[in-house]
């Protein structure tokens, strides 16, 4: 089992940054590919970035590309999600996953979710 609980979120200024992060404990192998979703009031959960915890391959999704890095730290078993020059629609509840597939893009890729922090950017 994995459990994962994610901390960070918060309200934020268009154009401001938070850091969003992920600890994770229980049986995370090496192989696992770790991600963050969001998903916003009416809307599906969408991916946004991902990592895999043996030599960081990162990807992102258009819509972040270039304003959100992630990032991990195998010593705190933890994955951050740093986002920067944040737009109003980038509102929604956040959710890290981890995956034991090769290849994880959807939601139904992933085995084990966290419970989900809330960002939410005013205008």
């Known amino acids: 089992q994995v459990q994962l609980v994610e901390s960070g979120g918060g309200l934020v200024q268009a154009g401001g940054s938070l850091r969003l992060s992920c600890a994770a404990s229980?049986?995370?192998?090496?192989?696992?590919?770790m991600g963050w979703f969001r998903q916003a009031p009416g809307k599906e959960r969408e991916f946004a970035a991902s990592?895999?915890?043996?030599?960081?391959?990162?990807y992102y999704a258009d819509s972040v590309k270039g304003r959100f890095t992630i990032s991990r730290d195998n010593a705190k078993n933890t994955v951050y999600l740093e986002m920067n020059s944040l737009k109003p629609e980038d509102t929604a509840a956040y959710y890290c996953?981890?995956?034991?597939?090769?290849?994880?893009?959807?939601?139904?890729?992933?085995?084990?979710w966290g419970q989900g922090t809330q960002v939410t950017v005013s205008s």
């Open positions: 990592v895999r915890w043996k030599g960081g391959s990162t």
């Open positions: 996953a981890a995956s034991s597939r090769l290849a994880a893009l959807e939601p139904e890729d992933y085995d084990y």
């Open positions: 229980g049986r995370i192998f090496s192989s696992y590919v």
